[in-house]
Antibody
Framework: EVQLLESGGGLVQPGGSLRLSCAAS????????MSWVRQAPGKGLEWVSA????????YYADSVKGRFTISRDNSKNTLYLQMNSLRAEDTAVYYC??????????????????WGQGTLVTVSS | VIWMTQSPSLLSASTGDRVTISCRMS??????LAWYQQKPGKAPELLIY???TLQSGVPSRFSGSGSGTDFTLTISCLQSEDFATYYC?????????FGQGTKVEIK
């Protein structure tokens, strides 16, 4: 059974930092890309960042580029999101998600077949 | 960036109804579209991928159709457990983007 368990959320002041973790089990972690997706209170879903299975490729939404860093430790089956220079608009539940790569006609993209339960990050003074 | 317009934002329906949710893209995405269901306080769950392929374990009353720019999620006979918010997601190009969501509520 696939399980994704996020941790590390909490209250942080504007300009502060936080590191989220996502412990994965039930699948071969290093074989799959992983993503972070967030949801501000009462709002929709926003993809934040993705990382390839090896960790060699990373991708970011413009809203977090230069402030957030995604990484993974395949020996620990753990995904991370280092969040710096946090802003009030970063307040959200952060979900880690397992990517599933879909390819057709030579082109590929990822949807999310499993999600963690989420961890709340609140940026406020 | 591929922009997505999901409609309606709110849908009032009764158990047993057939409901349809639309997702329109700002540019063609072939069949690189997924649908998710989210219940209050819970993580989203994958329903459909590749526009029309049902994820394992998802009831057959859910179906998806479309290609290019226009997509539809249909629930053929609404059940009590289907009252939730539904999101479409394109994975044709980065950044992956989601529709604004459709809340299906009890009429």
């Amino acid at each position: 059974e696939v399980q994704l368990l996020e941790s590390g959320g909490g209250l942080v002041q504007p300009g502060g930092s936080l590191r989220l973790s996502c412990a994965a089990s039930g699948f071969t972690f290093s074989s799959y890309a992983m993503s972070w997706v967030r949801q501000a209170p009462g709002k929709g879903l926003e993809w934040v960042s993705a990382i390839s299975g090896s960790g060699g490729s990373t991708y970011y939404a413009d809203s977090v580029k230069g402030r957030f860093t995604i990484s993974r430790d395949n020996s620990k089956n753990t995904l991370y999101l280092q969040m710096n220079s946090l802003r009030a608009e970063d307040t959200a539940v952060y979900y880690c998600a397992k990517d599933w790569e879909y390819c057709s006609g030579g082109s590929c993209g990822d949807y999310f077949d499993y999600w963690g339960q989420g961890t709340l990050v609140t940026v406020s003074s | 960036v591929i922009w997505m317009t999901q409609s309606p934002s709110l849908l009032s329906a009764s158990t047993g109804d057939r409901v349809t949710i639309s997702c329109r893209m700002s540019q063609g995405i072939s069949s690189y579209l997924a649908w998710y269901q989210q219940k209050p306080g819970k993580a989203p769950e994958l329903l459909i991928y590749a526009a029309s392929t049902l994820q394992s374990g998802v009831p057959s009353r859910f179906s998806g159709s479309g290609s290019g720019t226009d997509f539809t999620l249909t629930i053929s006979c609404l059940q009590s457990e289907d009252f939730a918010t539904y999101y479409c997601q394109q994975y044709y190009s980065f950044p992956w983007t989601f529709g604004q969501g459709t809340k299906v509520e009890i009429k």
